[in-house]
């Protein structure tokens, strides 16, 4: 199975506020799990990524956690501001040159003031 | 340093018509990634180029090809449009192939099939 499971499809936080995204994978061999930001009328950008050798990556305001045994990863973007209002996709691959990005469905984040 | 172009932006073409997308990968990657975008099925991968070669295919039919030239710029063809083809087409260039080296997307070409 390649498919990679993301919620909420949608998502508003108040400024200053916790924002949370979830990913859940079914292949076991996955191990690079990046995230991407997309804003409107851009391509995606990769904004941070974890392999499964941590629990935990944290980059500014933007934090990874995985969870191997569960196949969970999550994005938090803490004191989330309205720069932050984008659509975010959680992606998954394994080591190899014949690998790809398999993405979830993405997550609209609204940060209100 | 020049990010990933694709050109053009924005298409508009009709049933049973041809279109070549082109994709300029940054400076010294080799890499190029082709991506489908709806907003029904998200970011679906379609084909991989390394070195002139495809390395890796997606669940697409055979009206969907793809070539990469010696410079790493790439085109992708998609032959006797179906409307469903209306799509953010992306492309993405990185350094090796393989999903997990980082991927640096261009803006993508917006196709509309009518």
């Known amino acids: 199975q390649q498919q990679v499971k993301q919620s909420p499809q949608s998502l508003i936080v108040q400024k200053g506020g916790i924002s949370i995204i979830n990913c859940a994978y079914e292949?076991?061999?996955?191990?690079?799990f990046p995230w991407y930001q997309q804003f409107p009328g851009k391509g995606p950008a990769l904004l941070i990524a974890?392999?499964?050798?941590?629990s935990e990556k944290k980059e500014g305001r933007f934090t990874i956690s995985f969870n191997k045994s569960a196949k969970q990863f999550s994005l938090h973007i803490m004191d989330s501001q309205p720069g932050d209002s984008a659509t975010y996709f959680c992606?998954?691959?394994?080591?190899?040159?014949?690998?790809?990005?398999?993405f979830g469905t993405g997550t609209r984040l609204q940060v209100t003031l | 340093k020049a990010g990933v172009t694709q050109t053009p932006r924005y298409l508009i073409k009709t049933r049973g018509q041809q279109v070549t997308l082109s994709c300029s990968p940054i400076?010294?990657?080799?890499?190029v990634s082709w991506y489908q975008q709806t907003p029904g099925q998200g970011l679906q991968f379609l084909f991989e180029?390394?070195?002139?070669?495809?390395?890796n295919k997606g669940n697409f039919p055979g009206r969907f090809s793809g070539r990469q030239f010696s410079n790493s710029r790439s085109e992708m063809n998609v032959s006797t449009l179906e409307l469903g083809d209306s799509a953010l087409y992306l492309c993405?260039?990185?350094?090796?192939?393989?999903?997990?080296?980082?991927?640096?997307f261009g803006q993508g070409t917006r196709l509309t099939v009518v």
């Open positions: 993405a260039s990185s350094l090796m192939p393989g999903g997990n080296t980082e991927a640096f």
């Open positions: 292949n076991t061999a996955f191990d690079y």
């Open positions: 974890i392999r499964p050798d941590v």
């Open positions: 992606a998954a691959t394994f080591t190899g040159t014949a690998s790809k990005l398999t």
């Open positions: 400076s010294g990657h080799r890499s």
């Open positions: 180029y390394f070195s002139e070669t495809q390395r």
